[in-house]
């Protein structure tokens, strides 16, 4: 179970995030929605430790992500806005190179499989810069087929995917449910979210301001609206 | 760990021949001009070169350090790998150690152009020079790893870059300079040995404090 409790970011004295707590229990599929400049990917950002934190606390079952070392993050994949990616390298390398720094040997044959998985053509030695958006995005998710994680935190994950990318999305989607793997999922497709996920949570000027779960009305978001 | 994040830099290099090829050419550029610029007595070159040499050095690190920060920018694969199980510490050695190899392979072929070009008698203990090269080159990749990774968030960072090195590397250059001009000049070893201990100084701060604070600065 992944605990976030009372976290705050600032950037140049602007609050981003002001006391957010959010708990994500195994097998669950956490929506977080919010208008641009809501702090949604600052504290996905914060999970993962790419950005620091003023405050506040982050566990993995029980155990702390924010002052621990680096294989506290072993369970958990980032997938970000950006590709994340290293241009001058080809997919196959690229995979490669990010299951080696996951301490994964995997075999060229596995590289090339999950590759077609995605539907990206596994002969192709090009580098990716030469790649479109919609295949960069492929590409991570790619990564997603190569690295054993629990929980995955995803950063507004259609952008730039086609139909078909789409629906091999939901699809990979649905199989995490079924392997009871837990997702934060971040996007401003508030109905494409609300199609997978178990729960969604809003964030607004960096403060937690409607949690549902299955569209009703949790006891914490009443009593927000009461208060 | 380590030996996979060098392996990138250098794969990432071979693919893209990015830094090594705007090092080597900038550096080939100035010594030209230093060459045809000076044309003063052999004994008076002597005094000049090695503060020539580090200024070319001091230039070419910085194109390389730019270079190897921006493209971890590019894509933003740095949050992918400040994302994955990896220590900041191994990072900083790994940024390190690649821009420590860029700069010996660029002064590999440059320093004979220069040599060449400006009309230098090879020193006579060239052992002494090797290691003191090294060193150096050590601190300029420690100091400079450690800078660019605070800054390659900032916006200007290409800018800031040099600003902030410039100053900082002083120390070193100078303890370069002199050590160089002394065994161009065959002087013997107690002679700069000050120096020398001012680069092996600098060369261990930098190192250390890399290792030490880089897991702070390298995240937003």
């Not at chain 1, 003023?54 to 590709?83: C, F, K, M, T, V």
């Not at chain 2, 203990?125 to 400079?144: E, K, P, R, T, Y």
């Not at chain 2, 800054?151 to 900082?168: A, G, K, Q, S, T």
Request: some cysteine.
């Amino acid at each position: 179970m992944l605990s976030i409790q009372n976290i705050n970011k600032q950037f140049a004295h602007r609050p981003v995030l002001r006391d957010v707590s959010l708990e994500i229990r195994d097998g669950e599929l956490l929506g977080l929605v919010g208008p641009n400049g809501s702090g949604k990917s600052t504290l996905l950002r914060i999970v993962v430790r790419v950005v620091s934190c003023d405050g506040g606390s982050i566990s993995w079952n029980g155990n702390s992500i924010l002052n621990a070392g680096a294989d506290q993050r072993r369970p958990l994949l980032y997938l970000g806005h950006e590709p994340g990616f290293y241009p001058p390298l080809s997919a196959a390398e690229n995979l490669l190179l990010i299951a080696k720094l996951y301490g994964l040997e995997p075999s060229p044959a596995d590289v090339e499989k999950n590759l077609s998985e995605v539907g990206l053509d596994p002969a192709r030695s090009g580098p990716i810069r030469e790649f479109s958006r919609g295949m960069l995005q492929r590409l991570a998710l790619a990564k997603t087929l190569t690295i054993p994680w629990k929980l995955l935190l995803l950063d507004e994950p259609t952008t730039g995917l086609d139909k078909q990318g789409k629906s091999m999305l939901s699809q990979l989607i649905e199989t995490w449910r079924k392997d009871d793997r837990s997702l934060l999922l971040v996007s401003h497709d508030e109905e494409w979210l609300s199609s997978h996920c178990d729960r969604m949570v809003q964030l607004s000027n960096g403060r937690i301001q409607r949690s549902e779960v299955d569209g009703e009305k949790s006891v914490q978001t009443e009593l927000m609206e009461e208060a | 760990m380590l030996a996979v994040l060098v392996r990138k830099d250098l794969l990432i290099e071979f693919r893209s021949r990015e830094i090594l090829i705007s090092m080597i050419t900038f550096g080939a550029a100035i010594t030209l001009l230093y060459a045809f610029s000076f044309r003063p007595s052999p004994e008076s070159m002597l005094t000049f070169a090695p503060g020539l040499m580090w200024m070319v050095f001091l230039f070419v690190s910085v194109l390389a350090l730019h270079r190897s920060h921006s493209l971890e920018k590019e894509f933003d694969a740095f949050s992918m790998i400040l994302s994955a199980p990896v220590e900041r510490s191994v990072l900083f050695i790994s940024k390190y150690l690649s821009g420590f190899i860029f700069l010996v392979i660029a002064q590999m072929v440059l320093l004979p152009l220069f040599f060449l070009f400006l009309q230098l008698p090879l020193p006579a203990n060239l052992a002494q020079m090797v290691a003191v090269f090294l060193l150096v080159d050590l601190g300029i990749s420690a100091a400079g790893s450690l800078l660019s990774g605070i800054v390659m968030r900032v916006r200007v960072n290409e800018m800031l870059l040099p600003l902030i090195l410039f100053p900082m590397v002083t120390p070193l250059l100078i303890s370069a300079v002199k050590s160089t001009a002394s065994i161009m000049d065959s002087q013997p070893f107690n002679q700069w040995k000050l120096w020398f201990q001012l680069i092996v100084s600098f060369v261990i701060v930098f190192s250390l404090m890399g290792y030490l604070i880089y897991d702070y600065v390298s995240e937003e």
